[in-house]
């Protein structure tokens, strides 16, 4: 069972940026869709973005403009790139991983966290 493993945690300040990545040891990525989450503390997990095999994303209305999310299939990474992060950015992120019939692979990792303080 594939096991992710997310990191990049920090704390910066509103306006700053962060670079999220994941990786997966001992398992390599195909090309089906991958994405991101995050969970802020008394709310569900939302789906932030996601990216396919060819590289198109998608984006959370949230985040469209401020967030990219990349794949690197030389490095079997999947990498978030924060920028301009507001305090409702705070939270845990995870990154997933999909069949090629579009449902989620395998359990959560332990996250990532993200704090954006004022």
């Known amino acids: 069972q594939v096991h992710l493993v997310e990191s990049g945690r920090g704390q910066v300040q509103t306006g700053g940026s962060l670079t999220l990545s994941c990786g997966a040891p001992?398992?390599?990525?195909?090309?089906?869709?991958m994405g991101w989450f995050r969970q802020a503390e008394g709310n569900e997990r939302e789906k932030v973005a996601t990216?396919?095999?060819?590289?198109?994303?998608s984006y959370g209305d949230s985040v469209q403009g401020r967030f990219t999310i990349a794949r690197d299939p030389t490095k079997n990474n999947l990498t978030l790139h924060m920028t301009n992060l507001k305090i409702e950015d705070t939270g845990m992120y995870y990154c997933?991983?999909?069949?090629?019939?579009?449902?989620?692979?395998?359990?959560w990792g332990q996250g990532t966290l993200v704090i954006v303080s004022s």
């Open positions: 001992g398992y390599i990525f195909g090309s089906c869709s």
């Open positions: 990216i396919n095999g060819d590289g198109e994303a």
């Open positions: 997933a991983l999909y069949s090629c019939h579009g449902e989620l692979v395998g359990s």
